[in-house]
């Protein structure tokens, strides 16, 4: 790489008052920030009484955001306030590292299991977007720590205790989305396979021109659920109805979202939902998405349950998430989803 290139858009803020042409979107793929609509909230759950009498409450509302919007915010859900400020705390310290720091964890090799890298896939995209992430697999803890940053000082301890909390919080989740589709506690959790979890730390720098471009643009997760933690900076846009809604963060609460593999393993009953980032010209935001997985060998199918060959034939072959992953990634962030190339 030219000595004048700067691999991460972090450093090439600084030095430009437009949008660099190769983060320009075709005017048919922009944002139009004016249409999205700001006064309307997505589904709020109180997992308070998730493991009381009043369970099947709980369930039902998670069956219903599931159903109606692929996409929900959760409240009292176990992860302390104090777990989640360090969290947010020792990513802002590690974008805020200088530059010959965070170049030591740089790579745009994919298979890297820890990577700093820019956009999305720098390899294969046309377009690239504005964003820096680092990308971090968590799970087993023990087979991946050793391999993340050391700088911020405290950056591997925070990081892990993070990173426990919320598999904890994925867990209960699957149970409660598996009862609602009146399965057993545990199908999801048995259909992942050993399981795997990966996390990003998003940064998005303030965007001289955020009509251009995107932070990221619509997309479907490859995963089975996503459990986000922002900033205070609004950016997330969830699609219902073809209509953008913008999700307003709201502290110390997550937002979950529904991924292809429940989809599958739905056989529809829940979709996961395109949803896209937006920048804006004045604050920096952080994003830090939880991606709970299946393992690479899992073998993906819908629950034998949903299946009834009249109403509710198998909409999709069986597959293994590694086979469903590596399209993901060839393919890149795309409106249409990956799983069509997977139904019968």
């Given at each position: 790489m030219a000595a004048t290139m700067k691999p991460l858009l972090t450093d090439l803020v600084s030095t430009v008052s437009s949008v660099p042409p190769n983060f320009i979107r075709p005017e048919s793929d922009r944002p139009n920030l004016h249409d999205v609509i700001s006064d309307h909230s997505i589904p709020v759950v109180d997992l308070h009484h998730l493991d009381g009498p009043n369970r099947s409450t709980v369930v039902k509302a998670i069956g219903q955001a599931c159903q109606n919007y692929g996409f929900f915010q959760v409240k009292n859900h176990g992860v302390s306030n104090e777990v989640i400020d360090k969290m947010m705390h020792v990513s802002k310290e590690f974008?805020?590292?200088?530059?010959?720091?965070?170049?030591?964890?740089?790579?745009?090799?994919?298979?890297?299991?820890?990577r700093l890298s820019t956009s999305f896939n720098v390899r294969t995209e046309n377009v690239s977007s504005w964003r820096d992430y680092l990308r971090l697999h968590c799970y087993p803890l023990e087979d991946y720590v050793n391999e993340w940053p050391t700088n911020p000082p405290s950056f591997r301890e925070d990081t892990a205790e993070y990173c426990n909390n919320t598999r904890r919080l994925a867990l209960r989740l699957l149970e409660a989305i598996s009862e609602s589709l009146d399965l057993e506690k545990d199908h999801i959790n048995?259909?992942?396979g050993k399981h795997a979890q990966h996390m990003a730390i998003n940064y998005y720098p303030p965007c001289p021109?955020?009509?251009?471009?995107y932070g990221l643009p619509g997309h479907a997760d490859p995963n089975a659920i996503t459990i986000l933690l922002q900033d205070g900076v609004p950016g997330l846009q969830v699609l219902k109805n073809g209509k953008w809604i913008a999700v307003n963060p709201i502290?110390?609460?997550?937002i979950v979202n529904i991924g292809d593999q429940i989809q599958v393993l739905s056989n529809d009953r829940y979709k996961s939902v395109l949803?896209?980032?937006?920048?804006?010209?004045?604050?920096?935001?952080?994003?830090?998405?939880?991606?709970?997985?299946?393992s690479p060998d899992a073998m993906i199918r819908?629950?034998?349950?949903?299946?009834?060959p009249v109403q509710h034939p198998s909409i999709y072959r069986n597959f293994t998430y590694s086979e469903y992953y590596d399209k993901f990634w060839k393919r890149g962030l795309n409106a249409e989803t990956?799983?069509?190339?997977?139904k019968v």
């Amino acid at each position: 790489m030219a000595a004048t290139m700067k691999p991460l858009l972090t450093d090439l803020v600084s030095t430009v008052s437009s949008v660099p042409p190769n983060f320009i979107r075709p005017e048919s793929d922009r944002p139009n920030l004016h249409d999205v609509i700001s006064d309307h909230s997505i589904p709020v759950v109180d997992l308070h009484h998730l493991d009381g009498p009043n369970r099947s409450t709980v369930v039902k509302a998670i069956g219903q955001a599931c159903q109606n919007y692929g996409f929900f915010q959760v409240k009292n859900h176990g992860v302390s306030n104090e777990v989640i400020d360090k969290m947010m705390h020792v990513s802002k310290e590690f974008f805020h590292l200088p530059e010959s720091e965070r170049l030591k964890n740089y790579s745009d090799d994919p298979m890297k299991t820890t990577r700093l890298s820019t956009s999305f896939n720098v390899r294969t995209e046309n377009v690239s977007s504005w964003r820096d992430y680092l990308r971090l697999h968590c799970y087993p803890l023990e087979d991946y720590v050793n391999e993340w940053p050391t700088n911020p000082p405290s950056f591997r301890e925070d990081t892990a205790e993070y990173c426990n909390n919320t598999r904890r919080l994925a867990l209960r989740l699957l149970e409660a989305i598996s009862e609602s589709l009146d399965l057993e506690k545990d199908h999801i959790n048995s259909a992942l396979g050993k399981h795997a979890q990966h996390m990003a730390i998003n940064y998005y720098p303030p965007c001289p021109e955020p009509e251009l471009t995107y932070g990221l643009p619509g997309h479907a997760d490859p995963n089975a659920i996503t459990i986000l933690l922002q900033d205070g900076v609004p950016g997330l846009q969830v699609l219902k109805n073809g209509k953008w809604i913008a999700v307003n963060p709201i502290p110390y609460t997550f937002i979950v979202n529904i991924g292809d593999q429940i989809q599958v393993l739905s056989n529809d009953r829940y979709k996961s939902v395109l949803h896209r980032a937006v920048v804006n010209c004045k604050a920096e935001r952080i994003s830090i998405p939880t991606f709970y997985c299946p393992s690479p060998d899992a073998m993906i199918r819908a629950a034998p349950q949903l299946i009834n060959p009249v109403q509710h034939p198998s909409i999709y072959r069986n597959f293994t998430y590694s086979e469903y992953y590596d399209k993901f990634w060839k393919r890149g962030l795309n409106a249409e989803t990956c799983l069509d190339m997977f139904k019968v």
